[in-house]
């Protein structure tokens, strides 16, 4: 039982910064990867940045160099800072948790970005 809750979704125009962040509760134990997804409107899923409790990072290539991922294990919570965001930013980003070598997921409910040109 693992509930991820995001916030800092929102309307921004291109150009400008956003920082989402993620909170797990519940039963965190051995919880090892957080990271964003991100699904725009009729496109697929979509994974944007990953971090594992070592502080190893993956990011999309779409978005290297723009946005940052970060975690604070103490406070079981990971970021994501966005900057010159596009148009095709645009889209509901998905915090995402998993334990190593686990199959399951657990996902939050979302929270919508927009950008505007």
């Known amino acids: 039982q693992v509930a991820l809750v995001e916030s800092g979704g929102g309307l921004v125009q291109a150009g400008g910064s956003l920082r989402l962040s993620c909170t797990a509760s519940?039963?965190?134990?051995?919880?090892?990867?957080m990271g964003w997804y991100r699904q725009a409107s009729g496109k697929q899923r979509e994974l944007v940045a990953a971090?594992?409790?070592?502080?190893?990072?993956n990011y999309a290539d779409s978005v290297k160099g723009r946005f940052t991922i970060s975690r604070d294990n103490a406070k079981n919570t990971v970021y994501l800072q966005m900057n010159s965001l596009e148009p095709a930013d645009t889209a509901v980003y998905y915090c995402?948790?998993?334990?190593?070598?686990?199959?399951?997921?657990?996902w939050g409910k979302g929270t919508l970005v927009t950008v505007s040109s």
């Open positions: 519940g039963n965190i134990f051995n919880i090892n990867v």
């Open positions: 995402n948790a998993r334990r190593l070598y686990s199959a399951r997921d657990y």
């Open positions: 971090i594992t409790s070592e502080g190893r990072t």
